[in-house]
């Protein structure tokens, strides 16, 4: 499996695979990979003749540096993990910070048309920016086709489908479906900090946003969320940050239910100092 850790040598080796006519899809990673990642890069890799696989541990979307530095970094089992999936057919492009910042670690700014301003946009300051930074850089030296992002960051999702549509970038952003452990938990990197009781009580984050769509089908938008901001209140280790029902476009949160819009509902829980979020589509 080719691992590249330096820009230049990953770009001759990308015009090389580009001059092939292969098509490129790619799947950006922060690292601690598992298989929720496996699952968009097996998309990437039925779609396309090779995928590229980032891992990188961006320190401008950060907002807590605590978190930054506590961010599992797992290469080895990384690749481990990206050998079962296929050995000919994978690039790693794993680069140094000051690969892709130079000796200046700060974001650019970007306007995504109010997306950003919802939900995590408001709880994590700059995060989007940083973002939107690392994936116009990302996508800017892997030139890919086609480019997979998982629906646990829907919000993340949008974002990117619109930094896209506004520099007019030709990748084509996929979605992907929510991978969930046996009992519910979305997948997700920072899963691996939990302490145990908290892996043990983290279900039931997926198990109210199942109830949460159920009466979503008989109550208001506004109910629905009282009920469930109760169920947090009396749950001794999960802490909500927000629980959120939001128009799946525009991700503004809903007033008053029209059939003809489409709904999300978006949550965001402490467990610990480990920050979980999570989703579901409602209708
Ligand atoms: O979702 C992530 O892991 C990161 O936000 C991404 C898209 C790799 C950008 O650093």
């Not at 650019?108 to 300051?125: C, T, V």
Request: proline residues 3%; hydrophobic residues 40%.
């Amino acid at each position: 499996m080719k691992i590249f850790k330096n820009k230049a040598d990953f770009r001759t080796y990308l015009d090389a695979v580009k001059s092939d006519k292969k098509s490129l899809g790619f799947v950006p990673t922060m690292g601690a990979l598992h298989q929720g990642h496996a699952s968009l890069i097996e998309k990437g890799l039925e779609q396309n003749d090779m995928v590229v696989v980032s891992v990188f541990v961006n320190p401008t979307q950060f907002d807590n540096r605590e978190d930054l530095i506590k961010y599992p970094r797992t290469l080895e089992d990384d690749v481990q993990l990206l050998k079962k999936i296929s050995k000919d057919q994978i690039v790693v492009f794993a680069p140094t910070v000051a690969d892709i910042y130079g000796d200046n670690v700060i974001s650019e700014s970007f306007s995504y048309d109010g997306l950003e301003h919802e939900m995590e946009g408001k709880f994590r300051d700059g995060h989007f920016d940083g973002v939107g930074t690392i994936i116009k850089r990302l996508f800017n030296i892997v030139k890919p086709d086609r480019a997979y992002f998982g629906e646990k960051d829907f919000q993340q999702l949008m974002i990117i489908k619109k930094l896209v549509e506004k520099l007019d970038l030709p990748v084509q952003v996929i979605g992907c479906k929510i991978h969930r452990d046996e009992d519910g938990l979305a997948m997700s990197s920072r899963n691996t900090r939990l302490k145990p009781e908290y892996r043990l009580a983290a279900p039931f984050i997926y198990k109210t946003l199942v109830t949460a769509k159920e009466k979503f089908g008989t109550i208001s938008a506004n109910k629905v969320t009282e009920w469930v901001e109760q169920q947090f209140e009396k749950h001794d280790l999960l802490e909500l940050e927000y629980f959120i029902i939001a128009n799946s476009e525009t991700l503004k949160t809903v007033k008053r239910k029209s059939k003809y819009n489409s709904y999300r509902a978006f949550i965001a829980v402490y467990a610990d100092d480990i920050r979980l979020i999570d989703n579901i589509a409602l209708n």
